[in-house]
C-alpha cells in the first residue's frame, strides 16, 4: 500500500456525524490529504454498517458501494438499505490512486437518522395554563419527574419549544447552542433538535426541564413588519420526547403530556425585538433537579401544534462564539456608564454586581454614541413601535456576586449604557457575548494594505453578526431575512464560512412562503409581509442564485433538484409581470451614495429587467444539468428573447451607452452578460468614464456595488477597481473605515444601520479579483481551480486561502521589484488553470525550471499578458517577470 493518499473530514450532508438526518438518501463527502503533485482519486469503496464492530471487520450490513471507478469524493448519495427513524449508521471509506493503489480506510464516521414520519412523535404540545398570547408572560418552566430503573445503553431527546427553549436533565444544560430552534414559518415548518443525552441520566429518579421564551414565534411587539398579526402567533409551547434504551434491548419512551408540572420563574419579561428583564428574587432554585418540591406547581394543558410539520434542523447551530473585555467604561452622567466593546458585535452582555435585593441595573444597548459620550439609538430604533429597544433589565437577589445574561433575546451594539448599578462599575463588570451562527472558517484574505484587512474585518464582523438560523439585515434594527442582501452577499459568504446547511434551511424557508402564483417576499421567512413592497427581481432572485452559487462553489446539484420547481414558478410569476420582456418592479440599486435608499442614478427596468434575463438563463442551465431538456430549451429561448428586450429598450450597441450611463447601469449591462463581445470595450471605455468623473469613487447603491468591482477587474481594469476599494473619502467601504467602522454599514453615509452586510461582495471580490481564487463554471465546485491573481496599485502582498470540498486552496503572492513570485496548493483530486502576469513568458518559472519542463504542468498558451497553464494538484512556486 504505496498511496501517498489518506481519506478525511468525512461529512454527511455537510455535518460532521450528524443527529436527526431526515433525507432517506444522505450525500457522502470526504477529502483527500496528500501533498504530492498530481494525485487524485480513481476508484472508492463506501461501507455503512449498523454496527462500528461490523466496520472493523469490513462488513458494510447497511451499504457496500462494491469499487466504484469515478474521482467522485463529494455528495456520493448513499444507495442502501432503506433507513429507518433513529437508525444509527456507521461508515468509513478507502479510495484508489491513478496507479490503482488503494489507500487505508478512513476514520469511522456515523450519521444518526431523526423521527422520519410524524407517527413517530408520541407525545402532545402543551403549555403553562391561564397565559394569553396577546400580552407577554413571565416565561414558563417545565418539568418532568421521570424513574429509571435500569442501566442506560443510549438515550436522545428530539425537542421543539415555540419560540425558543432551553433544556436539562438533572440541572444540567444539555447542548452548547442557543435561540434554538431556528426561525420558520411555523405554520408551516417546525424544526426541532436532537440530542444525545445518554451520560445526563442516572438511575433512579431524574428530572427534565425545560424553560420557554417568546421567540419570533410569540413576537408579540409591534413594527412595520407586523409580526405580532402572523397567523401561526400563540402563547410558548413545547414538544419533547426523549428516547431511551437500556442495556437489556428494552426501551422507554419520556413524552409531554398533562403530567408536566408548570410554573413560572425569574425570566419576567423576553422579547425578541426589546430585551429580556429578570428578577433574581425569583430564582426557584434547584427546580429542574432532584428533590425539589413542586406541590404548588400547576399542570401542563394540552393546547394545539403550531401547524407546520415537525423536521429536524440539519444546520450549523447559533452559539456564543466569544467573549469581548470592554475597551473602556466612561461615566458620561451621574449614575450612566457607557461600556465600549470596540467591536461592533451581535449577541448580549453578561454583567457581574453585587448589592442589595431589588436593586434593578439597566444595560441598553446602541452602535452609535452622542457628543456626550452617552448611546445614540436614533439609528435603529424606528421601526419598533411598542416596548423598549434593545433593553435588559436585572433585579439583584442580594447574595454575593450575582453573574447574569439573557436567554430569550439578542441584540447589535457596541456601546453598553448601564444604569442602575449599585457601586462604580469597572471593565470587569462587563462582557461582550458574541453569539451568531456558529459557522467555521472556510477562507482568509489578507494582503500588505492594511485598509483592505479592515475592510474583510469589517464584511466578516457584519456578516456573522447578521446570521441567526437565517441570514438578517443587521441584528438590531430589523433583524428580518431580507433577499436582497442574502443573494448579493452569498459569494463572500461561501468563500470565507461555510453556510451550506444554513443556506440548504434557509432554501426551505422560501419554499414555505411562495405563493402559488410564483411571487416571492422580500423578507423570508415572513408571516405575511412583504409581498408587495421590499421585493422584486434583485431580491427575489436569492431563489435562483444561492442554489446556484452552492451548486457553482460546492459542486451541489442536490439544491438544484430541490429547488427547480420553485425556481421555475418564480421565473414563470416574473414573466406574469413583464411588458414586452421588461421588467419594471422592485427596489432598484438601494442605497446609492445621495438621494436617499431609492435615489439611485440607474432606472429599476434596468436592473429588474437584467436578473429576469441572467436568472432565466440561470433556470436554463439548471434544467439542462438536471436533464430536463425541453425545460432547458424553453427557458433559453425565453432567456435571448429577454436580452434582445433589454438590448433594444436600454442599449445603444453604436455607442455602448446603457440608460443614464450611470455606473451601475454600464456595469449591469456588462456584469449580467447583455453586451456582446464585440461591443464590452466600448461599454467599457464609458464606465471607465463615469469612474474617472466621481473622481475614482464609486457611484452605486448595492446592485451596482457587486457589478463593478468584477465587472472592471473582469475586462483588464482591475488597477481601477483597486483604486475604488482603497479610497476613503466618501463614498466608499475605506470612509466607513475612516470613520471607525469595525462592521459595514447600511448606507455610504452611515445615517443608518451600521451593521449591514448587503455592500459585502467586496470580500468575494478580494479573494477572487486580487488574490485570484475563482471557481470554474465548467468543473463546479472547485474541482478546477482558476488562479487569476491582479498585481495592482501598490499592493505588495497577497495571502489567501479557502477550504473546498476537496481540501484547502491556497494562493499567495508578492512582487518584488519587476519581479513577481505566486505560491499555489490545489488539493488532490482538483486541477488547476493558473494565469500568471508577464511581459516576458520566457520568464515564467516554477522551482527555478522553466515550467516546460516541470511535471504536473501543461503550458496552454499567452493571452492578455498572463501565461495560462494546466496544473495537476499540489503545490507550486512560480515567479515571473512583470
Known amino acids: 500500500m504505496d498511496t501517498k493518499l489518506t481519506v478525511g473530514k468525512l461529512r454527511c450532508n455537510y455535518l460532521y456525524n450528524p443527529l436527526g438526518v431526515e433525507t432517506p438518501n444522505p450525500r457522502l463527502s470526504w477529502a483527500l490529504l496528500s501533498q504530492e503533485r498530481g494525485q487524485r482519486q480513481t476508484a472508492y469503496r463506501v461501507l455503512v454498517a449498523s454496527e462500528k464492530e461490523l466496520l472493523n471487520k469490513d462488513i458494510g450490513d447497511m451499504w457496500d458501494s462494491g469499487i466504484v471507478e469515478t474521482d467522485q469524493s463529494i455528495h456520493v448519495v448513499y444507495k442502501g438499505r432503506e433507513l429507518k427513524s433513529r437508525q444509527r449508521c456507521y461508515w468509513k471509506v478507502k479510495v484508489w490512486d491513478m496507479d490503482g493503489k488503494p489507500s487505508a480506510w478512513s476514520e469511522i464516521a456515523y450519521w444518526e437518522m431523526g423521527l422520519l414520519n410524524q407517527s413517530d412523535w408520541y407525545g402532545q404540545w402543551i403549555a403553562a395554563p391561564h397565559t394569553g398570547n396577546m400580552e407577554p408572560s413571565p416565561a414558563p418552566l417545565f418539568r418532568r419527574v421521570v424513574s429509571l430503573e435500569k442501566k442506560v445503553a443510549s438515550a436522545r431527546a428530539y425537542v421543539c419549544g415555540l419560540g425558543y427553549y432551553e ?77 431511551v434504551q437500556y442495556d437489556d434491548g428494552s426501551e422507554s419512551v419520556i413524552t409531554t403530556d398533562r403530567q408536566w408540572r408548570v410554573s413560572t420563574g425569574p425570566i419576567v419579561f423576553d422579547g425578541l425585538r426589546n430585551g429580556e428583564f429578570y428578577d433574581a428574587r425569583l430564582e426557584k432554585q434547584g427546580w429542574n433537579d432532584v428533590g425539589y418540591d413542586d406541590s404548588e406547581w400547576e399542570n401542563a394543558v394540552i393546547v394545539p401544534g403550531p401547524g407546520g410539520v415537525l423536521k429536524s434542523q440539519q444546520m450549523t447551530p447559533i452559539r456564543i462564539t466569544d467573549t469581548i473585555v470592554p475597551k473602556s467604561v466612561k461615566e458620561v452622567k451621574p449614575g450612566v456608564f457607557v461600556y465600549d466593546l470596540g467591536q461592533n458585535i451581535s449577541g448580549w452582555a453578561q454583567i457581574k454586581v453585587s448589592g442589595p435585593a431589588g436593586t434593578t441595573v439597566t444595560m441598553k444597548y446602541a452602535e452609535k454614541l452622542k457628543d456626550d459620550g452617552d448611546i445614540d439609538t436614533s439609528n435603529i430604533d424606528v421601526f419598533v413601535k411598542s416596548g423598549e429597544f434593545q433593553t435588559d433589565k436585572y433585579t439583584l437577589k442580594g447574595e454575593g456576586i450575582e453573574v447574569w445574561e439573557p436567554r430569550f433575546t439578542y441584540h447589535g451594539f457596541q456601546y453598553v449604557q448601564v444604569t442602575g448599578f449599585p457601586g462604580r462599575p ?236 450611470s455606473q451601475t447601469s454600464l456595469s449591469c449591462a456588462l456584469y449580467q452578460g447583455l453586451v456582446n463581445e464585440d461591443e464590452k470595450q466600448k461599454v467599457l471605455a464609458l464606465l471607465v468614464e463615469q469612474v474617472e468623473k466621481a473622481n475614482r469613487h464609486i457611484d452605486c447603491g448595492i446592485l451596482g456595488a457587486k457589478y463593478i468591482m468584477h465587472t472592471l477587474t473582469e475586462l483588464g481594469r482591475a488597477d481601477l477597481a483597486y483604486d475604488i476599494a482603497t479610497q476613503t473619502t466618501f463614498p466608499g467601504w475605506g470612509y466607513w473605515i475612516a470613520q471607525g467602522a469595525t462592521t459595514l454599514w447600511e448606507t455610504w453615509s452611515g445615517d443608518a444601520s451600521r451593521n449591514h452586510h448587503m455592500f459585502s461582495d467586496i470580500s468575494a471580490w478580494f479573494y477572487k479579483g486580487l488574490a485570484g481564487i475563482n471557481p470554474d463554471p465548467e468543473v463546479p465546485g472547485f474541482k478546477n481551480i482558476i488562479f487569476k491573481p491582479n498585481p495592482v496599485g501598490d499592493l505588495q502582498w497577497v495571502k489567501a486561502w479557502h477550504e473546498s470540498m476537496y481540501g484547502k486552496i491556497t494562493c499567495n503572492w508578492a512582487v518584488e521589484g519587476n519581479n513577481f513570485n505566486m505560491h499555489v496548493i490545489i488539493p488532490p483530486n482538483s486541477t488547476g488553470t493558473v494565469y500568471i502576469p508577464t511581459s516576458d513568458p520566457e520568464s515564467v518559472m516554477e522551482n527555478g525550471e522553466p515550467v516546460s519542463k516541470q511535471v504536473g504542468i501543461q503550458v496552454k498558451g499567452y493571452q492578455d499578458g498572463r501565461v495560462v497553464l494546466l496544473l495537476q494538484s499540489g503545490e507550486y512556486h512560480f515567479s515571473s517577470r512583470l
Open 167 to 243: 433544556l436539562y436533565i438533572n440541572g444540567r444544560k444539555i447542548g452548547d447552542d442557543v435561540l434554538k430552534p431556528a426561525f420558520t414559518r411555523y405554520d408551516e415548518t417546525v424544526l426541532y433538535n436532537t440530542y444525545d443525552v445518554t451520560d445526563a441520566f442516572r438511575p433512579g429518579e431524574n428530572v427534565i426541564g425545560v424553560i420557554l421564551g417568546n421567540g419570533w414565534y410569540n413576537c408579540f411587539t409591534k413594527e412595520v413588519w407586523n409580526f405580532e398579526q402572523a397567523p401561526w402567533r400563540d402563547k410558548p409551547k413545547l414538544m419533547l420526547q426523549v428516547i
Open 426 to 661: 469597572t471593565l470587569d463588570n462587563l462582557r461582550g457575548r458574541v453569539v451568531h451562527t456558529d459557522f467555521e472558517a472556510q477562507g482568509e484574505f489578507k494582503c500588505s494594505n492594511e485598509l483592505l484587512n479592515s475592510i474583510q474585518h469589517a464584511a466578516r464582523w457584519a456578516t456573522l453578526s447578521n446570521y441567526m438560523g437565517i441570514p438578517t439585515d443587521c441584528p438590531h434594527r430589523e433583524k428580518n431575512g431580507w433577499t436582497g442582501d442574502a443573494q448579493l452577499s452569498a459569494e463572500q459568504v461561501l468563500m470565507n464560512f461555510d453556510p451550506m446547511t444554513a443556506y440548504t434551511k434557509w432554501m426551505s424557508d422560501f419554499q414555505d412562503v411562495q405563493r402559488k402564483t410564483g411571487q416571492l417576499p422580500g423578507i423570508v421567512p415572513t408571516g405575511g409581509w412583504g409581498y408587495n413592497w421590499g421585493s422584486g427581481p434583485a431580491w427575489d432572485s436569492a431563489i435562483i442564485f444561492i442554489p446556484w452559487y452552492m451548486y457553482l462553489y460546492c459542486g451541489d446539484e442536490a439544491i438544484l433538484e430541490k429547488m427547480y420547481d420553485n425556481m421555475k414558478k418564480y421565473v414563470d410569476f416574473m414573466t406574469t409581470m413583464a411588458t414586452d420582456d421588461i421588467l419594471e418592479f422592485g427596489l432598484g440599486d438601494w442605497c446609492p451614495p445621495t438621494g436617499g435608499p431609492e435615489g439611485h442614478k440607474c432606472p429599476v427596468a434596468v436592473t429588474s429587467t437584467a436578473y429576469y434575463y441572467v436568472d432565466t438563463h440561470i433556470l436554463s442551465k439548471v434544467a439542462s444539468i438536471l436533464g430536463k431538456k425541453e425545460d432547458a430549451e424553453r427557458y433559453a429561448q425565453l432567456a435571448r428573447r429577454i436580452r434582445d428586450a433589454f438590448r433594444k429598450k436600454f442599449f445603444d450597441p453604436d455607442t455602448g451607452q446603457v440608460l443614464s450611463n
